[in-house]
């Protein structure tokens, strides 16, 4: 018999979004917007994060996770500890949309967030439900059940597998009430085969620039959109700039790459 879902997610499900009405939040940068449909990062849709080829050092990451060490092509634990911070970035917006009051839900086999990691990327941990999951086939049913309550505004599920079987019934539950769901892949894995993401996102590490006194720089990221639809893929170099003074946090474009393994900037943006 199934466990049953917390209180908040079953009281929260009444007030969800029609599945026409599910529209989309803006991502940011307009570079990276540029390559997005024009609703942005689609609300009631599915997407999937998971990690690149590791490169280069990791700064200021670890801050995310209890275990300070140091989200489908290979992958290192940096790069997959990246995928987790992107997701707690798309969650902060997600969450941050005027008038959403839904929490969010993360499954995981794990539980190694550490909430003022969470802060650093613009999340409320008060917002977040942490739930154990079991293996994959759990973790996924765990997921598809919480979107089909409409009463969270985002599930994430961390998985090492996604089928194109999964993947549909995933999306067909985040239509269904508006929820919005995101697949975490942070081990190394083969390229996942085609499925319903509305996009798909790869994370790994780079090099921090250094100031004037050789110190590092904010923390970089190559982020690489692989799946987009109503969009097209591209590959950014992007700075991860902390708020300060109640500013907002924000992933700022340094350049563009020429591939999505992180090759050499096409072109950069001020």
């Known amino acids: 018999m199934a466990s049953p879902l917390p209180s908040a997610l079953i009281g929260a499900g009444a007030a969800a979004l029609a599945p026409d009405a599910h529209g989309g939040v803006a991502f940011g940068a307009a570079a990276v917007a540029a390559h997005l449909p024009p609703c942005g990062i689609a609300l009631g849709a599915l997407h999937e994060v998971g990690a690149l080829h590791e490169v280069g050092a990791l700064h200021e990451v ?16 940096a790069s997959g500890v990246l995928a987790a911070a992107f997701v707690a970035v ?13 929490p969010a839900v993360w499954i995981a086999r794990i539980g190694d967030l550490h909430p003022p990691g969470l802060l650093t990327y613009g999340l409320d941990p008060g917002r977040l439900l942490l739930v154990r999951g079991g293996d994959d086939a759990a973790t996924l049913a765990a997921a598809e059940a919480a979107l089909r309550t409409g009463g969270a505004a985002a599930v994430v599920a961390e998985t090492a597998t996604l089928t194109r079987l999964a993947a549909r019934r995933l999306h067909l539950a985040c239509r269904s009430r508006g929820s919005t769901g995101l697949v975490l892949r942070r081990a190394a894995t083969a390229a996942s085969e085609g499925n319903a993401a509305a996009t798909r996102w790869q994370l790994g590490p780079a090099p921090s620039d250094t100031d004037a006194t050789r110190q590092p720089g904010p923390p970089r990221w190559r982020v690489a959109l692989t799946q987009a639809r109503g969009g097209r893929p591209g590959a950014w170099l992007m700075e991860w700039q902390a708020g300060e003074n109640d500013a907002p946090h924000a992933l700022r474009v340094v350049a563009e790459l020429a591939d999505l393994a992180g090759g050499a900037p096409r072109r950069q943006h001020a």
């Not at 670890?62 to 634990?77: I, K, P």
């Not at 798309?90 to 839904?102: D, H, I, S």
């Open 62 to 77: 670890g801050a995310l996770h209890e275990v300070g060490a140091l989200h489908e092509v290979g992958g290192g634990e």
């Open 90 to 102: 798309l969650l902060g917006r997600l969450l941050g949309r005027p008038g959403e009051a839904r």
